[in-house]
């Protein structure tokens, strides 16, 4: 003890002489948040990060205040320490940019939490549990000269990844990846993970996101994001680093891509491009109608009757791609965001530009059950499509005072788009008479402009827990689309008289919509654990549809108004909603509690018929959630949410299209709305030590007074109406449940996941009443491992799937399946690499389908690293290498099983060569 006590004395004298030369400092205040005490006289130690050597020591005050000055430039750690309590750790640095820290609040817990808290301490504090965030330190795990985020995060405990780089954290699925809190690029995690480099990390922290408006009142809406950020070191925000890679291989398959990166202090600078025919499309593009990029609360929820009317396949291609045809993609996009003003303002900018060409060849083959017997039809498809892109979107938020922020966003979308399609089918009754055969020629050119800008402000008021925020969105589309459509449609009796009916036509498609939205919440604490949120809302939405369809007086001359398949629709739409919601929380316990309703009243004319029809209606949302923490990383969650589903134009008044010539709806103006109780269960838990993760999730929902279909099948023509449901209760419920831990004794963690399913649903099938039911299950096995050298991954399970109609169960699609994947990656002396992975499938024959399906794909490469720091890559990839890949699905809805093949890309072999790049913090880095 009095070495001790010289020790410190020493050091303390030292500090004193050498004040005038070392201007560094540090301060803080030493707190419990949980009892709100102030820590008086706690113990502050200061040691050297290199060896742990006190260099530093002091007290707090009476307060829980303290201060240290006359500290070096260098790098530390922080140990705090109080009877009772658990010991605070954590790392800083002082040098010439950083010369004071202010640590603020330090929340220190009791010894009765410390599982909850500090769970590792290795090397610099491994992992930490800080409330809600599990944080990775990242300097505690090997990583190889340019290895990515994404071989970094497969050596954190509870996250895997998968080989196309999708997420799973503690059984989570994690859809959205942070860099330094801040969006990057927005709609693709893999940007960040298979980009950016691993040794720019200090720390990755996985937490769930909660949104605007929960994070700002602290009232918990039950609206959570699975989230990683990835906390970059501070001497890695200055340089620029990138990559170039490009590939050419056999069947004139090839890829290429360059990423370019530039960070300097609060900026960040990113330029990609990409372009390719082996699948690779490049960024995600949401076009959907966020209002403002993200914020939840800015939509009036609750089911709304908008105008319709798209079901004409003249509309062109979304740009959508599900694997299905051969693609060939080129994308670019550049990507700054910036804060100033002591980070009181910030600005997050994307620009994206694309075009996509997708060659189809599809086959679809499917059984209608009838109650006097079933109807097969075999269709060929054969399409050409191409969309050309363009998508600038910015947000400025910036804090006005310290109560009240504010956060603007906008973007805007331009699109071009072609479709050239061609089909052709044939119909067949049960004892393989002929019933129909139709042919269809489609070629059509679209544009379409969108723009939504939203505002999201909050205020916090004088009273503690009382605020209030404001949303305001404004969203305007225009769509333009015309082309030729053509079919010629032959239906045969039972009696073998056949029907024709020739189609020729021009279509010129013209559709407005502008939507205003705006929501207005206010917070009132009653108590100090109940909240009462209350929220008033206001929306419009005017929309145009002026859709015509021409005969052709001469060949080629396409002039004569076809009334019969022509519209002309104004509608508007007015909504008032309003909605009061409980909030209590105390210790370990949140629930929310209350409903919303709004009233809608709509209007739409039709000018070319004269009609109009108006409609008002009210929508009841009642919602429950309940949520127990019994500790940071274990919690059960039950909710429950209900709404009211109105009809659709389309089934009350529906638009008369003739592009399918054996599909004619037709409406019911007598609808009823549905009403929906949804239900859904949840229990996680989490244990860092022992790796092990438990996921269990429940969902339940039923409808009263659903809305069916009712259709009636004459020769392979089907009249389709929307009817309410009497005396039955359609119902679908989905479980799923997961456990993974480490397996000391192999050194793998194991994974157990059952996941099963299924529906009841009922519809009329020519006036007689129809039940079908559906459910699915399958458990599945998984081990994996990760070190330096190797990296290794394998699942596999059966699967069960069953599809049954009352009216013919003799024709049910059931069986046994399973499928599997496998992952393995070797690094081998002299800098070369092995990797492959692969995945089996088997979907069984049914008494639908005599024949099963069975497929292996395998895809393997490897190659050969240069230089000092592995910054030169050749690579040989080889892709489906069995040649197997072949598209299929096969599912069932209603009274109908489909079976669908098409083209994918298949076996070919490719070079590559990859050059990564980098000067970052200040200093090249040479070979």
Same mark, same amino acid.
């Given at each position: 003890?009095?070495?001790?006590?010289?020790?410190?004395?020493?050091?303390?004298?030292?500090?004193?002489?050498?004040?005038?030369?070392?201007?560094?400092?540090?301060?803080?205040?030493?707190?419990?948040?949980?009892?709100?005490?102030?820590?008086?006289?706690?113990?502050?130690?200061?040691?050297?990060?290199?060896?742990?050597?006190?260099?530093?020591?002091?007290?707090?005050?009476?307060?829980?205040?303290?201060?240290?000055?006359?500290?070096?430039?260098?790098?530390?750690?922080?140990?705090?320490?109080?009877?009772?309590?658990?010991?605070?750790?954590?790392?800083?640095?002082?040098?010439?940019?950083?010369?004071?820290?202010?640590?603020?609040?330090?929340?220190?817990?009791?010894?009765?939490?410390?599982?909850?808290?500090? *769970?590792?301490?290795?090397?610099?504090?491994?992992?930490?549990?800080?409330?809600?965030?599990?944080?990775?330190?990242?300097?505690?795990?090997?990583?190889?000269?340019?290895?990515?985020?994404?071989?970094?995060?497969?050596?954190?405990?509870?996250?895997?990844?998968?080989? @196309?780089?999708?997420?799973?954290?503690?059984?989570?699925?994690?859809?959205?990846?942070?860099?330094?809190?801040?969006?990057?690029?927005?709609?693709?995690?893999?940007?960040?993970?298979?980009?950016?480099?691993?040794?720019?990390?200090?720390?990755?922290?996985?937490?769930?996101?909660?949104?605007?408006?929960?994070?700002?009142?602290?009232?918990?809406?039950?609206?959570?994001?699975?989230?990683?950020?990835?906390?970059?070191?501070?001497?890695?925000?200055?340089?620029?680093?990138?990559?170039?890679?490009?590939?050419?291989?056999?069947?004139?398959?090839?890829?290429?891509?360059?990423? $370019?990166?530039?960070?300097?202090?609060?900026?960040?600078?990113?330029?990609?491009?990409?372009?390719?025919?082996?699948?690779?499309?490049?960024?995600?593009?949401?076009?959907?109608?966020?209002?403002?990029?993200?914020?939840?609360?800015?939509?009036?929820?609750?089911?709304?009757?908008?105008?319709?009317? @798209?079901?004409?396949?003249?509309?062109?291609?979304?740009?959508?791609?599900?694997?299905?045809?051969?693609?060939?993609?080129? !994308?670019?996009?550049?990507?700054?965001?910036?804060?100033?003003?002591?980070?009181?303002?910030?600005?997050?900018?994307?620009?994206?530009?694309?075009?996509?060409?997708?060659?189809?060849?599809?086959?679809?083959?499917?059984?209608?059950?009838?109650?006097?017997?079933?109807? *097969?039809?075999?269709?060929?498809?054969?399409?050409?499509?191409?969309?050309?892109?363009?998508?600038?979107?910015?947000?400025?938020?910036?804090?006005?005072?310290?109560?009240?922020?504010?956060?603007?966003?906008?973007?805007?979308?331009?699109?071009?788009?072609?479709?050239?399609?061609?089909?052709?089918?044939?119909?067949?009754?049960?004892?393989?008479?002929?019933?129909?055969?139709?042919?269809? @020629?489609?070629?059509?050119?679209?544009?379409?402009?969108?723009?939504?800008?939203?505002?999201?402000?909050?205020?916090?008021?004088?009273?503690?827990?009382?605020?209030?925020?404001?949303?305001?969105?404004?969203?305007?589309?225009?769509?333009?689309?015309?082309?030729? $459509?053509?079919?010629?449609?032959?239906?045969?009796?039972?009696?073998?008289?056949?029907?024709?009916?020739?189609?020729?036509?021009?279509?010129?498609?013209?559709?407005?919509?502008?939507?205003?939205?705006?929501?207005?919440?206010?917070?009132?604490?009653?108590?100090? $654990?109940?909240?009462?949120?209350?929220?008033?809302?206001?929306?419009?939405?005017?929309?145009?549809?002026?859709?015509?369809?021409?005969?052709?007086?001469?060949?080629?001359?396409?002039?004569?108004?076809?009334?019969?398949?022509?519209?002309?629709?104004?509608?508007?739409?007015?909504?008032?909603?309003?909605?009061?919601?409980?909030?209590?929380?105390?210790?370990?316990?949140?629930?929310?509690?209350?409903?919303?309703?709004?009233?809608?009243?709509?209007?739409?004319?039709?000018?070319?018929?004269?009609?109009?029809?108006?409609?008002?209606?009210? !929508?009841?949302?009642?919602?429950?959630?309940?949520?127990?923490?019994?500790?940071?990383?274990?919690? *059960?969650?039950?909710?429950? !949410?209900?709404?009211?589903?109105?009809?659709?134009?389309?089934?009350?008044?529906?638009?008369?299209?003739?592009?399918?010539?054996?599909?004619?709806?037709?409406?019911?103006?007598?609808?009823?709305?549905?009403?929906?109780?949804?239900?859904?269960?949840?229990?996680?838990?989490?244990?860092?030590?022992?790796?092990?993760?438990?996921?269990?999730?429940?969902?339940?929902?039923?409808?009263?007074?659903?809305?069916?279909?009712?259709?009636?099948?004459?020769?392979?023509?089907?009249?389709?109406?929307?009817?309410?449901?009497?005396?039955?209760?359609?119902?679908?419920?989905?479980?799923?449940?997961?456990?993974?831990?480490?397996?000391?004794?192999?050194?793998?963690?194991?994974?157990?996941?059952?996941?099963?399913?299924?529906?009841?649903?009922?519809?009329?099938? !020519?006036?007689?009443?129809?039940?079908?039911?559906?459910?699915?299950?399958?458990?599945?096995?998984?081990?994996?491992?990760?070190?330096?050298?190797?990296?290794?991954?394998?699942?596999?399970?059966?699967?069960?799937?069953?599809?049954?109609?009352?009216?013919?169960?003799?024709?049910?699609?059931?069986?046994?399946?399973?499928?599997?994947?496998?992952?393995?990656?070797?690094?081998?002396?002299?800098?070369?690499?092995?990797?492959?992975?692969?995945?089996?499938?088997?979907?069984?024959?049914?008494?639908?389908?005599?024949?099963?399906?069975?497929?292996?794909?395998?895809?393997?490469?490897?190659?050969?690293?240069?230089?000092?720091?592995? @910054?030169?890559?050749?690579?040989?990839?080889?892709?489906?290498?069995?040649?197997?890949?072949?598209?299929?699905?096969?599912?069932?809805?209603?009274?109908?099983?489909?079976?669908?093949?098409?083209?994918?890309?298949?076996?070919?072999?490719?070079?590559?060569?990859?050059?990564? $790049?980098?000067?970052?913090?200040?200093?090249?880095?040479?070979?």
């Amino acid at each position: 003890m009095k070495l001790i006590r010289l020790a410190i004395l020493l050091v303390m004298c030292y500090s004193s002489a050498a004040y005038a030369q070392n201007p560094f400092a540090i301060k803080g205040t030493v707190i419990d948040s949980a009892g709100n005490n102030k820590l008086h006289y706690a113990t502050i130690s200061i040691l050297n990060a290199k060896d742990s050597t006190l260099y530093k020591f002091t007290r707090a005050s009476n307060t829980g205040s303290f201060a240290i000055e006359n500290m070096k430039k260098g790098n530390f750690i922080l140990l705090l320490t109080y009877p009772e309590y658990a010991d605070y750790v954590s790392t800083f640095s002082l040098d010439s940019a950083k010369t004071t820290i202010d640590f603020k609040a330090l929340n220190m817990k009791s010894k009765a939490k410390l599982l909850n808290e500090v *769970i590792i301490r290795g090397q610099g504090a491994a992992i930490k549990i800080k409330g809600d965030t599990t944080e990775f330190n990242a300097a505690s795990y090997s990583i190889q000269p340019n290895d990515k985020v994404e071989d970094l995060l497969k050596k954190l405990p509870g996250i895997q990844i998968d080989k @196309d780089g999708k997420i799973t954290a503690q059984g989570k699925s994690v859809p959205k990846v942070l860099v330094d809190g801040e969006e990057f690029f927005g709609d693709d995690p893999t940007l960040v993970t298979k980009n950016l480099r691993a040794d720019m990390v200090d720390k990755v922290q996985f937490y769930e996101k909660s949104s605007d408006q929960a994070a700002f009142t602290g009232v918990d809406d039950g609206q959570k994001t699975p989230t990683i950020n990835i906390k970059l070191k501070e001497d890695m925000k200055k340089g620029y680093f990138g990559k170039v890679d490009a590939g050419y291989g056999t069947d004139n398959f090839y890829q290429a891509q360059l990423m $370019f990166n530039l960070f300097k202090a609060k900026q960040k600078l990113a330029v990609y491009g990409t372009s390719g025919n082996n699948g690779k499309t490049g960024l995600n593009w949401d076009d959907s109608n966020k209002y403002g990029g993200g914020n939840s609360n800015m939509e009036i929820s609750g089911d709304m009757i908008f105008f319709s009317g @798209d079901d004409d396949d003249i509309d062109g291609w979304e740009g959508q791609y599900y694997g299905e045809g051969i693609p060939k993609a080129n !994308n670019g996009g550049v990507h700054y965001d910036t804060k100033w003003r002591g980070d009181k303002e910030s600005l997050n900018t994307n620009y994206k530009i694309g075009q996509m060409d997708v060659r189809l060849k599809k086959n679809t083959i499917s059984q209608d059950n009838l109650p006097q017997g079933v109807n *097969i039809s075999n269709t060929d498809e054969a399409s050409d499509k191409s969309i050309f892109r363009q998508k600038l979107d910015a947000t400025y938020t910036i804090k006005l005072d310290t109560t009240s922020n504010l956060k603007v966003s906008v973007d805007g979308t331009l699109k071009r788009s072609s479709n050239e399609s061609s089909a052709s089918s044939i119909s067949r009754r049960g004892d393989g008479s002929l019933q129909n055969t139709s042919s269809s @020629d489609n070629n059509a050119d679209g544009t379409e402009q969108l723009f939504n800008i939203s505002a999201f402000y909050n205020k916090k008021l004088k009273k503690v827990g009382r605020n209030f925020s404001i949303n305001l969105s404004q969203r305007l589309n225009k769509k333009e689309s015309d082309g030729f $459509f053509k079919s010629d449609t032959r239906v045969i009796d039972e009696n073998g008289l056949p029907t024709d009916k020739h189609v020729d036509q021009f279509k010129d498609n013209n559709t407005n919509i502008s939507a205003f939205t705006s929501n207005f919440t206010y917070n009132e604490p009653i108590s100090k $654990f109940l909240s009462l949120v209350l929220n008033y809302g206001f929306s419009v939405n005017n929309s145009t549809s002026d859709r015509k369809s021409f005969n052709a007086s001469t060949p080629g001359n396409y002039d004569i108004l076809d009334t019969e398949y022509s519209n002309d629709f104004e509608a508007t739409q007015y909504t008032n909603q309003g909605g009061a919601i409980f909030n209590y929380k105390k210790g370990k316990t949140v629930l929310g509690f209350g409903t919303k309703v709004n009233s809608v009243h709509f209007d739409q004319y039709e000018a070319i018929a004269n009609n109009r029809y108006k409609r008002s209606f009210f !929508n009841w949302l009642p919602q429950l959630n309940y949520q127990y923490k019994f500790s940071a990383q274990r919690a *059960i969650r039950f909710g429950y !949410n209900g709404y009211m589903q109105q009809p659709t134009i389309d089934q009350l008044q529906p638009i008369k299209v003739n592009t399918n010539p054996l599909y004619q709806p037709i409406g019911n103006p007598n609808l009823r709305p549905s009403f929906s109780s949804n239900f859904n269960l949840n229990y996680s838990s989490y244990k860092v030590i022992s790796n092990q993760s438990l996921y269990i999730s429940g969902y339940f929902s039923f409808t009263n007074n659903a809305i069916v279909n009712n259709t009636n099948t004459t020769n392979g023509i089907s009249v389709i109406q929307a009817v309410n449901l009497g005396g039955k209760t359609p119902m679908s419920y989905n479980l799923y449940g997961g456990l993974s831990r480490k397996l000391k004794f192999i050194g793998m963690d194991a994974g157990l996941n059952i996941s099963a399913g299924g529906n009841t649903g009922y519809s009329y099938i !020519n006036n007689e009443f129809n039940k079908t039911t559906s459910s699915r299950f399958g458990p599945r096995l998984s081990l994996s491992r990760y070190n330096d050298k190797f990296e290794f991954n394998i699942g596999f399970g059966p699967s069960y799937n069953a599809q049954e109609a009352s009216l013919q169960p003799e024709r049910s699609n059931k069986g046994w399946g399973s499928n599997g994947s496998t992952y393995i990656k070797v690094i081998l002396p002299k800098k070369i690499t092995l990797q492959a992975d692969g995945e089996y499938t088997y979907t069984p024959s049914s008494k639908f389908v005599n024949t099963s399906f069975e497929q292996t794909i395998i895809n393997a490469s490897i190659s050969k690293s240069f230089f000092k720091k592995e @910054d030169l890559k050749l690579m040989l990839k080889g892709n489906d290498l069995l040649n197997q890949n072949r598209g299929f699905s096969r599912n069932a809805s209603a009274n109908s099983i489909v079976q669908t093949s098409y083209n994918n890309i298949s076996r070919y072999f490719m070079f590559s060569l990859v050059w990564d $790049f980098s000067k970052m913090g200040g200093a090249p880095q040479k070979n």
